[in-house]
């Protein structure tokens, strides 16, 4: 394998079409402002560079990043690649991933909008992530220990399962298909709108109007904090450990709860049951 080591490149296309190729604490910088450094290589290993210009990483295959870092200069730097493995690497330019499949990203910091867009086959741990419309069309993805913060995420997303994650954002899930949550905390406003074959477990949920037009919605002793006006027009089985604002015309489906504030049964449609808990029996239908 060729080694590079301590240049810099900023030209044009610098290293197009490289192969089987080892790159070490290199910038991609300068006053030549050239775009698309790596385009159609493979098998390319990177370690500890510098990434401050535009298109890197397109129609790569079998590529390694390790403790580098892309700007915020550093735009849409991977797209139509396959297999790629990022680690302790710093991703902060727009747009940083799309459509590529078989990523895995570990130790990771991400502050990119349009992160992730159909991108099929991801992993990410140990990762730390900002963003705008993170991962919408996302296919089989597989998240632990993620710290996301940002608005729109996970829209339109198929087959994800994440655990011991944090997320802090809004319409969140929302048309979401075949997707499992555990041991999460989940934190916005009309979360999972839409959502299809979606299960939470052992999750906390907090922030008004969750869960609605919800199709095969399951929860599993889950949280409910500030929440109102939850589960309208839902098909939804749940088991919530904590009292309830309000609930809103649950379409079918039996919800168990200890306690609500407030039941909105006013729509001849809503056919859902609410159970409190501490009676077992209470038919809302």
């Given at each position: 394998m060729n080694v590079i080591e301590h240049q810099q490149f900023d030209e044009e296309r610098a290293l197009y079409g490289s192969q089987a190729v080892t790159v070490r604490h290199c910038a991609f910088d300068g006053p030549a402002d050239g775009e698309s450094a790596f385009k159609e290589s493979a098998d390319i290993l990177v370690e500890n560079c510098f990434f401050n210009l535009r298109y890197p990483f397109w129609h790569d295959h079998n590529l390694t990043i390790r403790d580098s870092e892309m700007t915020q200069?550093?735009?849409?730097?991977?797209?139509?690649?396959?297999?790629?493995?990022?680690?302790?690497t710093k991703m902060h330019g727009i747009k940083a991933l799309r459509e590529c499949s078989d990523v895995n990203i570990t130790g990771c910091d991400i502050?990119?909008?349009?992160?992730?867009?159909?991108?099929?086959?991801?992993?990410?741990?140990?990762?730390?992530?900002e963003s705008e419309y993170?991962?919408?069309?996302?296919?089989?993805?597989?998240?632990?220990?993620?710290?996301?913060?940002?608005?729109?995420s996970f829209q339109y997303i198929q087959n994800g399962t994440f655990d011991h994650c944090t997320f802090d954002t809004?319409?969140?899930?929302?048309?979401?298909?075949?997707?499992?949550?555990?041991?999460?905390?989940?934190?916005?406003?009309?979360?999972?709108?839409?959502?299809d074959g979606l299960t939470l477990q052992n999750c906390k949920i907090i922030g008004t109007q969750p869960f609605c037009y919800c199709k095969n919605l399951t929860l599993i002793d889950c949280e409910m904090v500030d929440t109102d006006l939850c589960f309208e027009k839902s098909d939804v089985n749940a088991t919530i450990t904590t009292p309830v604002i309000s609930i809103k015309n649950p379409r079918s489906g039996t919800i168990v709860v200890?306690?609500?504030?407030?039941?909105?049964?006013?729509?001849?449609?809503?056919?859902?049951?609410?159970?409190?808990?501490?009676e077992k029996k209470t038919d809302c239908a």
């Open positions: 200069l550093c735009r849409a730097a991977l797209w139509y690649s396959t297999h790629i493995t990022i680690t302790n502050i990119s909008p349009e992160f992730g867009w159909s991108t099929k086959g991801i992993q990410m741990q140990n990762c730390t992530a993170f991962l919408m069309r996302g296919e089989d993805i597989r998240f632990s220990h993620v710290n996301f913060r940002g608005k729109y809004k319409d969140a899930f929302w048309h979401a298909k075949n997707v499992t949550v555990k041991n999460s905390v989940i934190k916005g406003e009309y979360l999972a709108w839409y959502a200890p306690a609500v504030d407030e039941l909105i049964m006013d729509d001849k449609q809503a056919k859902g049951k609410v159970v409190l808990q501490a």
